[in-house]
């Protein structure tokens, strides 16, 4: 099961390669009687009358001839429109047809020996038109006189013509703008999605979202809505399509800024930017709903201020972007290189294709910019996933962290009690304890030498065992000792293995030590020796066959660590919570109160003590304390 991410990550990549690889940009076209026509003669329509219909010009015009991808000589003052005149080649395909590519013009007419045979008119300013005229074999050799009227800047043919096969031309025709349409179609799914989860989240973290998927969503519409696809297939809408290429237009470079700030911080130039384009969207707005209203009037402003002035912000706004995440990148923030990658794909091929397209005047059609916004799109979503996922760590740290410290206060508390009653109830039998010594001393001075003065004696010692127990009780409830030394690890641990060995050997288990010389701590010897026996007991008597203790001291930094490590039955983690609270114990004959009294000892000196321990398997206790120099003198 733990390697089904892995499988699962291997396919996706797979799946990623066999796509590109299906795409359209490296498919091989299959193509068998395709014939591409790559001249053809322009003359410039000057001698038209508004309202008429256009008639065939006579070959005695000045016809200027023009090759495939070539731009056509500047337009003429007063004109807006133009002749284009080809000769088809040799038909042989079963049901001839020509494909052009793309024409620009609002109306275009087609006319062959004189008749009209194709016309198209839009009210609208989408100038890119994709033809497909069906012919016939005898027009083999024929000329075919084409005419394109638009008051825009560009006019005349930009995309290929081929004539062949109609079903094949069919599939050439469409093949393209599909993928266009499939492309922003997911980026408007993705952006809905993105918009969709937003609901589920909190400011900060929804507004970046909700810029990035502004962001997506632009994208998408301008990769849908630009292609003629469906200007072609759907023409009702198409001024719709023209609104809503504007508005993402105008939404893109203002939620671009915005979402960049968000992840790189505020940075001054990109919100004064951000701001700017804002401002300049707005305005553009504006001037588009004036134009509209005044059907074209002012389509020369709108023009110059939305696609050329806007157009150029977008590549400065570009630039500064890659700039600042590329600073940001630098400095080593993963975030930012991840961003800078997949943006640098999307900077680089739409900054140099807006060059390209404003410097053959329009005459270009944008297309590998696509490839560089999936690229962009999949590091951004990187982004926002690497952030969720670390909030997710983050949540279930602090919840970790909480418990922890819960258990910790609960503990803390129930000794705090414990010491208090252990305290006062210590104090209140010392007192008549003292009292019936006194009075038993008085006794046993004015009796005689013989049996009862023996009894006295030992009455009189057992009550100093008793207060002696209470004042070592005390010490535990409240260890705060009085008498502190430097203690020798050595030393110490020598005694105290002297006390357990013979525990140890009856339980048939073995200990050993490997504890150099000269380390020394500040403590009491005899707290000392009670905090580690009890650490050693538990460990013995957790032993099964061929148990093993094994202690080892050694310094680091400026600290003294003590390992204590069985292979005995070890604990759970809810165990391992637990220990230390006073009276828990899991033993039959447990008191529940040996690691109580150790915590406290080891924390009075200043120390740590941590547990690690597998069920089965065994248990390893952790006790650092500060180290003191071995031979400076002990104080009490
Ligand atoms: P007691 O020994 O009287 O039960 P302690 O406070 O010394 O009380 O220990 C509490 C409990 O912690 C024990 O009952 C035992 O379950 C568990 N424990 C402590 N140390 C170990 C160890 N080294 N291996 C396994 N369990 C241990
Ligand atoms: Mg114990």
Redesign the pocket.
């Known amino acids: 099961m733990k390697y089904m991410p892995k499988i699962a990550a291997v396919f996706w990549i797979l799946l990623l390669l066999a796509a590109a690889a299906a795409s359209p940009a490296s498919a091989s076209r299959v193509v068998s009687n395709v014939q591409t026509i790559t001249k053809w003669d322009m003359l410039w329509d000057t001698a038209r009358q508004e309202g008429s219909l256009p008639a065939p010009p006579s070959d005695q015009e000045e016809w200027e001839t023009i090759g495939s991808n070539e731009v056509a000589g500047n337009k003429p003052s007063g004109s807006s429109s133009a002749w284009i005149r080809m000769v088809l080649p040799e038909l042989t395909a079963e049901t001839p047809a020509i494909l052009l590519e793309n024409i620009y013009g609002k109306h275009v007419i087609i006319y062959k020996d004189g008749i009209i045979v194709y016309e198209s008119f839009r009210s609208y300013n989408y100038e890119q038109n994709k033809i497909l005229l069906p012919l016939e074999r005898e027009d083999s050799g024929k000329r075919l006189y084409i005419w394109a009227d638009s008051r825009l800047d560009r006019l005349g043919i930009s995309g290929e013509v081929m004539t062949g096969e109609q079903r094949e031309l069919l599939g050439i025709m469409i093949r393209k703008d599909v993928f266009d349409v499939i492309l922003g179609s997911a980026f408007i799914l993705i952006a809905l999605t993105l918009a969709i989860c937003s609901i589920f989240l909190f400011q900060p973290n929804r507004s970046v979202w909700l810029s990035l998927c502004t962001v997506i969503m632009a994208i998408g519409v301008l990769v849908v809505t630009y292609p003629p696809f469906l200007f072609t297939f759907y023409r009702e809408y198409g001024e719709m399509y023209l609104i809503l290429f504007d508005m993402a237009l105008f939404l893109l470079p203002p939620s671009l800024a915005l979402f960049f700030e968000q992840i790189l911080g505020d940075i001054v130039y990109i919100r004064r930017f951000r701001k700017w384009l804002t401002f300049y969207s707005i305005a553009c707005f504006l001037i588009m709903i004036v134009n509209w209203l005044t059907m074209d009037r002012y389509y020369w402003l709108y023009y110059g201020v939305s696609v050329t002035l806007l157009g150029l912000q977008l590549m400065a706004l570009l630039i500064c972007l890659m700039v600042a995440s590329l600073k940001r990148a630098w400095k080593g923030d993963r975030e930012a290189i991840i961003l800078s990658v997949g943006f640098a794909c999307f900077a680089v091929t739409s900054v140099s294709e807006l060059f390209w397209f404003y410097i053959r005047q329009g005459h270009y059609n944008l297309f590998l910019w696509k490839w560089g916004v999936i690229g962009f799109v999949i590091s951004v979503i990187t982004i926002l996933g690497r952030r969720l996922a670390e909030k997710h760590r983050q949540v279930v740290q602090y919840s970790q962290e909480l418990e922890m410290f819960n258990n910790e206060l609960q503990r803390s508390e129930k000794m705090e009690i414990i010491s208090d009653l252990a305290a006062s109830v210590a104090h209140e039998v010392r007192n008549p304890l003292q009292v019936t010594r006194g009075f038993l001393q008085l006794l046993s001075s004015k009796e005689e030498e013989g049996k009862n003065k023996d009894y006295l004696k030992i009455a009189l010692e057992e009550l100093d065992r008793a207060s002696n127990i209470i004042t070592d009780f005390l010490t535990f409830a409240k260890p705060e000792f009085e008498q502190t030394k430097i203690l020798h690890i050595d030393d110490e641990f020598r005694h105290i293995e002297g006390i357990i060995s013979p525990m140890a050997n009856l339980q048939g288990g073995k200990i050993s030590m490997e504890i150099p010389e000269g380390l020394a701590i500040k403590g009491n010897s005899s707290k000392f020796k009670q905090a580690f026996i009890?650490?050693i007991?538990?460990?013995i008597?957790?032993l099964r066959d061929e148990g093993q203790i094994h202690i080892r001291a050694y310094s680091s930094g400026d600290e003294v660590y003590i390992h204590i490590r069985?292979n005995?039955?070890?604990?759970d983690a809810q165990?391992l919570i637990r220990?230390?609270e006073p009276y828990?114990?899991?033993?039959t004959k447990?008191?529940?109160?040996?690691?109580?009294v150790t915590f406290r000892i080891i924390e009075a000196m200043d120390g740590r003590i941590t547990f690690t321990?597998a069920k089965g398997i065994g248990?390893e206790?952790t006790v650092r304390f500060p180290a003191a120099s071995s031979d400076s003198a002990p104080e009490s």
């Open positions: 009890n650490v007991k538990n460990s008597e957790a069985d005995g039955e070890g604990m165990t220990l230390g828990f114990s899991n033993k447990g008191t529940g109160l040996g690691m109580m321990s248990t206790a």
